[in-house]
Nanobody, 115 residues
Framework: QVQPVESGGGLVQAGGSLRLSCAAS????????MGWYRQAPGKQRELVAV??????NYADSVKGRFTISRDNAKSTVYLQMNSLKPEDPAVYYC??????????WGQGTQVTVSS
């Protein structure tokens, strides 16, 4: 198993920026791809961004504002969030897929945007 630990959430004004980090420990060699999801109250968890090899994919709602990046040497994935909007608040979760199947979730980090 892999243990992802998120950090970097907090309160920011609309239009501001935050950078989330997810550091992985455990079976690092089994990591395949890494991504970020979010879940707002009363809503389903949704994919925000994923980094697969050298490719990245984003939800339409965050394209052009969020950037996912990965530091393999540190087993860490980041989510740079710019131009935050009132619809972005949620608990943001790191998800790490392992080679051979299965994935592990972090505990989540809260992002709050004030208008």
């Amino acid at each position: 198993q892999v243990q992802p630990v998120e950090s970097g959430g907090g309160l920011v004004q609309a239009g501001g920026s935050l950078r989330l980090s997810c550091a992985a420990s455990g079976s690092i060699s089994s990591i395949d791809f890494m991504g970020w999801y979010r879940q707002a109250p009363g809503k389903q968890r949704e994919l925000v961004a994923v980094s697969i090899g050298g490719r990245t994919n984003y939800a339409d709602s965050v394209k052009g504002r969020f950037t996912i990046s990965r530091d393999n040497a540190k087993s860490t994935v980041y989510l740079q969030m710019n131009s935050l909007k009132p619809e972005d608040p949620a608990v943001y979760y790191c998800n790490i897929h392992r080679r051979g199947g299965g994935s592990d979730w972090g505990q989540g980090t809260q992002v709050t945007v004030s208008s």
